[in-house]
């Protein structure tokens, strides 16, 4: 299992991708927020994050899609600040960057981590919420390949992206994994001030799928490269799913790999908010998988039965 930007690396466009990104951070323009602040300097935008990247917590970790996880883990590093900063975040701590969440990291420390994950037996290098800090995970890299990195890089984002920016890491990530969460543009105005969600999102799901392809599962059952799509359902959002669903079908490709999230919970903002403070019904959730399926979507993450049945359970 090697990474992709092993060969990156070799050619000599890992180096020149790196001097891109940094130079984006000057005017930062690297998501669709365009804040255009001086990050080198110090300066932070909507994302909240300045020069340095910031790390909340990393370690091997069993939760994610079990093709991420096999035997071993999910190498996940949790970054600090995000370029959406959704009302209901699960991790509300850390992507709104609370006091004494944080740890800033350069890019040897990073590199660092990646290492130490790579040692623990982690399948991949899974970076969560990486979109404010695409520089700094690219500088990180030539260090963590001189220390013998080599497993794939999962992007594990929430599908505001820039497309320019995915450009910059074309043929240096293997997985890419947005979580689809909006398609209505007062949804995306409501729990995250993004009126121009759907359209970055599809723009960001079609450069995402051209560069990767649909997900790649080797014989162990460890996904190696290709797009991951998840989506995380919101209360009484069932027509915004099926609408998400048939994009998927229609335009990104019928196998596309779907996790239909069921764990929403009301946190932060969206505990005062009528309407997201209330949870996932189990009938929500099997609507939810016959729509995608209805839609043509096969390729539908395998933990939906046990999910199902730990909530049937709960419920009784
Ligand atoms: S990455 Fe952060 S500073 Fe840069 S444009 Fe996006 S939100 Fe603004
Ligand atoms: S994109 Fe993900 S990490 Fe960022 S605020 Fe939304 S739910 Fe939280």
Same mark, same amino acid.
């Given at each position: 299992m090697t990474g992709r930007y092993l060969d990156a690396e070799k050619t000599g466009l890992l180096q020149e991708k790196i001097i891109q990104a940094?130079?984006?951070?000057?005017?930062?323009?690297?998501?669709?927020?365009?804040?255009?602040?001086?990050?080198?300097?110090?300066?932070?935008?909507?994302?909240? !994050?300045? =020069?340095?990247?910031?790390?909340?917590?990393?370690?091997?970790?069993? +939760?994610? *899609? &079990? /093709?991420?996880?096999?035997?071993?883990?999910?190498?996940?590093?949790?970054?600090?600040?995000?370029?959406?900063?959704?009302?209901?975040?699960?991790?509300?701590?850390?992507?709104?960057?609370?006091?004494?969440?944080?740890?800033?990291?350069?890019?040897?420390?990073?590199?660092?981590?990646?290492?130490?994950?790579?040692?623990?037996?982690?399948?991949?290098?899974?970076?969560?919420?990486?979109?404010?800090?695409?520089?700094?995970?690219?500088?990180?890299?030539?260090?963590? !390949?001189? =220390?013998?990195?080599?497993?794939?890089?999962?992007?594990?984002?929430? +599908?505001? *992206? &820039? /497309?320019?920016?995915?450009?910059?890491?074309?043929?240096?990530?293997?997985?890419?994994?947005?979580?689809?969460?909006?398609?209505?543009?007062?949804?995306?105005?409501?729990?995250?001030?993004?009126p121009d969600y759907r359209q970055r999102v599809q723009d960001g799901l079609l450069e995402m799928q051209r560069q990767v392809g649909d997900l790649w599962v080797n014989s162990e059952g460890v996904a190696e490269r290709g797009l991951l799509v998840r989506h995380l359902l919101m209360p009484g959002g069932l027509e915004e799913s099926t609408a998400i669903f048939k994009y998927l079908a229609e335009h990104i490709s019928k196998n596309c790999y779907l996790n239909i999230m069921d764990q929403y919970r009301p946190c932060g903002e969206a505990l005062v908010i009528s309407g997201l403070e209330k949870t996932i019904t189990v009938e929500q959730y099997q609507q939810a998988i016959t729509s995608a399926k209805e839609n043509g979507l096969t390729q539908l993450d395998k933990r939906e039965p046990l999910l199902l049945y730990e909530k049937l359970i709960i419920q009784e």
């Open positions: 940094e130079n984006e951070l000057a005017e930062c323009t690297l998501c669709p927020r365009k804040c255009g602040v001086d990050r080198r300097a110090g300066k932070r935008g909507y994302c909240g !994050i300045g =020069g340095l990247a910031e790390v909340a917590s990393y370690g091997p970790h069993f +939760g994610e *899609e &079990s /093709v991420l996880v096999g035997d071993k883990g999910s190498g996940t590093i949790f970054f600090c600040g995000c370029n959406l900063l959704c009302c209901f975040c699960q991790n509300y701590e850390i992507s709104h960057c609370s006091e004494g969440e944080c740890t800033s990291v350069n890019e040897y420390e990073l590199a660092g981590i990646m290492l130490e994950l790579q040692a623990k037996g982690c399948h991949n290098i899974n970076l969560v919420t990486p979109s404010h800090v695409v520089p700094q995970i690219l500088a990180a890299l030539p260090r963590a !390949i001189s =220390g013998g990195l080599h497993i794939p890089l999962v992007y594990n984002c929430g +599908g505001y *992206e &820039s /497309v320019e920016t995915l450009h910059l890491l074309e043929g240096i990530v293997d997985i890419y994994m947005p979580d689809v969460k909006f398609w209505y543009e007062e949804s995306a105005v409501q729990c995250a001030e993004a």
